[in-house]
């Protein structure tokens, strides 16, 4: 990702200059509009077919957050639009599509009243590496206002990891505080006049819609056209056709099939078989020699500090019960014991629940549950480092806020010298607590100095 850039910017949430005591933006000033299809069925393809939906489904997002924004500040309101791996996906199939999708979001931002300052389509590191700065940035990890009135660094290794689950992509980004051995998983930035190296990698298809489709493509049998799920309750059925199983880069069709087909997938609700469907998904074992991987030979040092998992992560296990630090062995009993539910009884159970990601819950569990123990290494121990939370400071985590702050240069490259403004409050309240017991100490001695005058006059008397 590109280094903050460093020199003497206005910081929006004040007017003081960046390099001048404005290195805290007040959180929630972005504001994330989704614009992904929510059926989790055709995703960003169904913007291929047609690139104008785009920018249809956009405005709706739009008209909302104009609500939000008074309208006196709609004007100057920077806008950025970024995209993620459904884009990287959609251009990788088809770029001029993609392209025109990109257009049609543009000239569709441009309809409003907003500073609009370019789409862009980010790489998988920018991702990460934004959601890790949106997290230490709410956690306020990176620096901190010291008593003295003086904005101190905080040590790189008390930074926290990030971990984001999309649905084409998940991203893993932490400082491992030793050397990086692939220059493509290093992200180095400037904040605050400290430099970070930080790992950070993007699995591309490994986001929950793309993988869950995945499973469904390595469970179907030559020429037949009825797929038992594991992970799908018993009692659960539907059909799906081949084209929109094979419609993204994720998953090569079977060379087999030609012609459009509509295959029957039957729920069986067997949590055994599901976990061991899913970890054949990865590959533990590919990494070079002396290397140490996270999965499919991909170089990883090993995990080190605490994560903050959020996005996919945090809704699957809220839904679950399963964000308040349980341990692992909870963890594992809540997730068999969910996909042995029959589809009825769920039904039952969540009658408001949205039915599709009901259907998927017992999968993604034991997704990520996977990801996290034997993709990213973490163990027993270390499970306990892990925070599922969709929010810090009040305010959504995701890569969004970090794109933001990068950006429109919120975040300083070089620290504030000094907080002159707070620097100032605070030497005043500290001459008002001086003055106030000298005060007290003046009081006391001219009031004990009467008290013995007085007791001098009435002895003698
Ligand atoms: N209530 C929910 N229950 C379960 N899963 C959910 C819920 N809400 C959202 N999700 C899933 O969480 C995932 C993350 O969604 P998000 O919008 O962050 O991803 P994205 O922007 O599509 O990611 P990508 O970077 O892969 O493009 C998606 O797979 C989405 O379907």
């Not at 500073?115 to 862009?120: I, M, P, T, V």
């Not at 990883?300 to 994560?307: I, K, L, T, W, Y």
């Not at 034991?366 to 993709?375: A, K």
């Not at 163990?379 to 959504?396: C, G, S």
Request: proline content about 5%; aromatic content about 12%.
């Amino acid at each position: 990702m590109a280094p903050a850039k460093s020199g003497h910017q206005v910081c929006s949430c004040c007017g003081h200059s960046a390099g001048d005591g404005c290195p805290h933006p007040q959180p929630g000033q972005s504001h994330r509009c989704f614009s992904t299809p929510q059926d989790q069925g055709p995703g960003i393809s169904s913007y291929a077919d047609d690139p104008t939906k785009a920018g249809t489904s956009l405005k709706v997002c739009l008209d909302k957050a104009m609500t939000v924004i008074p309208a006196k500040q709609q004007k100057e309101t920077p806008t950025y639009l970024g995209a993620t791996a459904g884009m990287r996906l959609l251009r990788e199939q088809n770029s001029t599509k993609a392209d025109q999708v990109l257009a049609e979001v543009s000239k569709a931002i441009q309809e409003y009243s907003v500073d609009f300052r370019g789409a862009r389509v980010l790489t998988g590191n920018d991702e990460g590496s934004f959601g890790w700065i949106t997290v230490n940035y709410l956690l306020q990890t990176l620096i901190k206002f010291s008593f003295t009135g003086e904005w101190i660094h905080l040590p790189a290794a008390d930074t926290v990891g990030a971990l984001d689950l999309g649905g084409a992509s998940t991203q893993i980004a932490f400082f491992p505080g030793r050397t990086i051995e692939d220059n493509s998983t290093q992200a180095l930035f400037k904040l605050y006049g400290s430099n970070y190296s930080i790992y950070t990698h993007s699995y591309l298809c490994y986001g929950q819609n793309q993988v869950l489709k995945k499973l469904i493509a390595s469970l179907r049998e030559d020429n037949v056209t009825s797929i038992s799920h594991p992970c799908y309750p018993k009692g659960y059925q539907m059909n799906i056709t081949t084209a929109s199983l094979y419609d993204s880069p994720c998953i090569p069709a079977p060379s087999t099939s030609a012609q459009n087909k509509t295959l029957t997938v039957v729920g069986m609700g067997m949590p055994a078989k599901c976990r061991s469907a899913i970890q054949q998904l990865f590959n533990f074992t590919a990494c070079r020699p002396n290397k140490t991987c996270g999965f499919n030979g991909v170089y990883q040092p090993p995990e080190r500090g605490q994560f903050y998992a959020f996005s996919g992560y945090y809704s699957v296990f809220h839904f679950l019960n399963l964000t308040s630090g349980q341990p692992l062995s909870t963890v594992n009993t809540t997730i068999w014991d969910f996909c042995y539910k029959n589809w009825k009884e769920l039904q039952e159970e969540f009658p408001g629940q949205d039915r599709t990601y009901l259907r998927n819950y017992c999968a993604a569990g034991f997704y990520i549950l996977t990801i996290l123990m034997q993709g990213y290494k973490f163990d027993n121990q270390t499970w306990q480092n892990i925070h599922f939370r969709q929010q810090v400071a009040n305010t959504d985590v995701g890569w969004s806020l970090g794109y933001m702050l990068n950006l429109t240069n919120m975040i300083p490259a070089e620290v504030p010298s000094k907080a002159k403004g707070q620097k100032f409050v605070f030497w005043i309240i500290t001459m008002l607590i001086v003055g106030l017991l000298l005060a007290l100490v003046l009081w006391s001695i001219v009031a004990l100095t009467y008290q013995r005058q007085f007791a001098n006059y009435e002895t003698i008397l």
